[in-house]
């Protein structure tokens, strides 16, 4: 069989284009001229939309303008892998860094955001590809398989054994069947969606709950005084408060630059091939990641495409969320083809439609962190850690309650109020995060083709482990 060649990696997402022909002409309507709001957001993806939402709810009498730099949808909530799921499955992670009241607390929320997701997904004239068949986390290797007892364990101990389920190979195959695939766990709670179109019917449902909505429309200066004001090319707008919802663009922000790293994402998505589905039994509408430190995940659309990712993308230096290398790495969209080939060995000669990659902004315990900035009243979301769909409706319900200046059940959670653990300092945090990348995909590639990893590799994979980070750690 030949092989498919991958598309050399570049906006926008095929998720995007597909929305956007599904909506039909939608104006984008720059800001021009003076606007004074009570709440002005920045940012028209999954965060800043339901943040939007969650004010206009909470507080119909507030006004709330949101402007985004290109479309609402256009960055990484209009190009992730469109897998949704809470927390359930990072409990081990979790009990680590925040204790098991924290985790268990934060995983709650998680749940709490998929009831709210799947009610706004299933709302009638609403059709985002919502399917709800829960998530597996395969094993693909042998090495890989030293992970699949701790979160059945962890979810016993804390009395929630039925968010877990371990698989045997055999329970695997009965899902999707694979020459790699070895055991697994099933975490029910897990969906699939498009995301682009998740993103353009936020934008819509904001617009029809009263925010005004400014596409095309950068931030070029916030001035933080009392009230705000937010510089764009053609205005300004004059808030009491201000919310940053714009993802890695804050990894540069003094209030978040010491706590998150970024690095990148690549996803491929097939033409439709729904006879090569069959070929590997794959019927059920689960998501999935392999157990790779930097996962591959994939999930299938409705027509039969495969959508293959990667987590394995380059790091940027200083965090700067514009570095070529966050969205036109060859090798990336390559390594995404590769594990196409690997884990779904049918699917080897099916072409493929495009690829694409965006920035994910990694927190040093890989949980997102919902702040007010000192002695201002700007609020931001940061630290996502490259799974975002679920996590950002909470991130919209704890930004919405700072504006607020409410104490709920939101703003206590830990995303708000653990101390933030720091990350080596820069020019550290760059080239060590590539060295670490190196050994790490180093390892991982050689233990795909059952050899050892060279030693030198093993040693700088080791790194984070030894220093007690969470980057760099399975
Ligand atoms: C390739 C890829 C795959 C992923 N897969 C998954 C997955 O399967 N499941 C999952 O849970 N998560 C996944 N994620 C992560 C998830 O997509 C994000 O965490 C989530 O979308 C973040 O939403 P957001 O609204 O905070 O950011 P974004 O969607 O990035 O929105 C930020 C917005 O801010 C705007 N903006 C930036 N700067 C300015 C400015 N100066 N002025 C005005 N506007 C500005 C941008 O145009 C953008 O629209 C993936 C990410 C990537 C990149």
Same mark, same amino acid.
């Given at each position: ?27 984008? =309507? ?10 002005? !957001? ?5 965060? /800043? ?29 209009? +190009?992730? &892998?469109? +897998? ?40 009638? /004239? ?6 709800e068949g829960g998530s597996v986390s395969i094993s693909a290797s042998p090495a890989q398989d030293a992970d699949l007892a701790g979160p059945v364990e962890i979810a016993r101990e804390l009395g929630v054994a039925d968010t ?12 999707? +069947? ?14 699939? @969606? ?21 596409e095309q429309t950068p931030m070029i200066g916030l001035d933080k005084t009392s009230p705000n004001r937010v510089r764009t090319p053609g205005g300004e707008i004059i808030a009491r408060d201000v919310v940053l919802a714009t ?11 010491? *706590? ?19 070929? *590997? ?9 392999? /157990? $790779?430190?930097?996962? *591959?995940?994939? $999930? ?10 990667? &987590? ?14 966050? =969205? ?31 920035? @994910? ?21 940061? %630290?996502?850690?490259? *799974? ?5 409706? @909470? %991130? ?36 060590? /995060? =590539? ?13 795909? +083709? ?20 969470? !980057?760099?750690?399975?």
């Open positions: 069989m030949t092989t498919a060649t991958v598309p050399a990696p570049g906006d926008p997402s095929w998720w995007l284009t597909e929305a956007l022909a599904a909506e039909g002409p939608a104006p984008a =309507r720059p800001l021009s001229g003076r606007v004074t709001v009570d709440t002005v !957001i920045v940012g028209g993806g999954y965060t /800043g939309l339901w943040t939007a939402l969650a004010l206009r709810r909470q507080a119909p009498q507030m006004s709330v303008a949101l402007i985004d730099a290109a479309l609402c949808g256009a960055g990484a909530s209009g +190009k992730n &892998g469109g +897998k949704v799921s809470g927390y359930w499955s990072s409990l081990a992670g979790m009990v680590k860094t925040i204790g098991p009241d924290g985790a268990l607390a934060v995983a709650r929320a998680g749940a709490k955001a998929q009831d709210a997701l799947r009610a706004f997904a299933m709302a009638q /004239g609403r059709d985002v590809w919502w399917r877990v389920e371990a698989l045997t190979p055999e329970a695997v195959a009965q899902i999707c +069947k694979s020459p790699v695939f070895r055991g697994g766990l099933f975490f029910p709670e897990g969906a699939t @969606i498009q995301p682009a179109r998740l993103a353009r019917v936020l934008r819509l449902a904001a617009i029809e709950a009263g925010v005004a909505v400014y993802n890695a663009a804050l990894a540069r922000d003094p209030a978040a630059a010491p *706590h998150v790293s970024v690095f990148s994402s690549y996803a491929l998505m097939t033409e439709p091939a729904p006879d090569r589905l069959e070929d *590997h039994g794959w019927r059920q509408d689960v998501g999935a990641t392999d /157990g $790779r430190m930097f996962i *591959h995940y994939f $999930r299938k659309t409705p027509d039969g495409r495969v959508l293959m990712g990667t &987590g394995s993308g380059p790091i940027s230096f200083n965090g700067d969320p514009g570095a070529p290398q966050l =969205r036109r790495d060859v090798a990336s969209a390559e390594r995404a083809a590769r594990g196409l080939r690997r884990l779904l060995p049918a699917f080897a000669g099916v072409p493929i439609a495009k690829s694409w990659g965006g920035p @994910i902004e990694v927190s040093a315990d890989r949980l997102p962190f919902f702040r007010t900035m000192p002695g201002a009243r700007v609020h931001y979301a940061c %630290g996502y850690s490259g *799974h975002g769909v679920n996590p950002s409706y @909470i %991130g919209g319900q704890c930004l919405a309650s700072l504006v607020l200046d409410r104490t709920d059940e939101w703003t206590t959670l830990p995303l708000c109020t653990r101390e933030l653990p720091r990350l080596p300092p820069e020019p550290f945090r760059y080239y060590g /995060g =590539r060295a670490v990348r190196w050994g790490i995909l180093s390892c991982e590639e050689a233990q795909d +083709k059952g050899r050892a990893a060279p030693l030198v590799a093993r040693a700088i994979a080791t790194l984070p482990r030894l220093f007690g980070l969470k !980057i760099g750690t399975r």
